[in-house]
């Protein structure tokens, strides 16, 4: 997706608002919102006019039950959100590899 007129220095206050919501959300304990963020999958974040964008793999967890955590999110940040689901990638799309190495005989 290609969202015009994306402005970084928004979207980075719009990470740390996240951030100090879920602070909050765990009365300050970093280490609860830390796992709590790290659990929803977030890759990316794009902030364009009054729109904000949030990719994530898991976007039941940022909606929480009935809603709740995203209307308190939203009314945290003062503004609508609009979540994008993410697809995880499938175990055959993944190349593991034994040696770091072998990346040159793949990559050629």
């Not at 206050?13 to 300050?28: A, D, N, R």
């Not at 929480?64 to 939203?74: A, T």
Request: contains cysteine.
């Amino acid at each position: 997706m290609i969202i015009p007129n994306v402005n970084h220095k928004k979207t980075r206050e719009v990470c740390e608002k996240i951030g100090q919501f879920y602070l909050q959300k765990h009365s300050g304990n970093y280490d609860k919102a830390a796992i709590e963020i790290t659990k929803l999958g977030i890759t990316g974040v794009l902030v364009s006019h009054n729109k904000i964008i949030i990719q994530l793999y898991r976007p039941g967890l940022l909606i929480g039950k009935k809603g709740e955590n995203i209307e308190n999110l939203q009314a945290f940040l003062g503004v609508s959100l609009h979540i994008e689901e993410e697809s995880l990638p499938k175990w055959d799309d993944l190349i593991i590899l034994d040696n770091p190495e072998d990346l040159n005989d793949y990559f050629g």
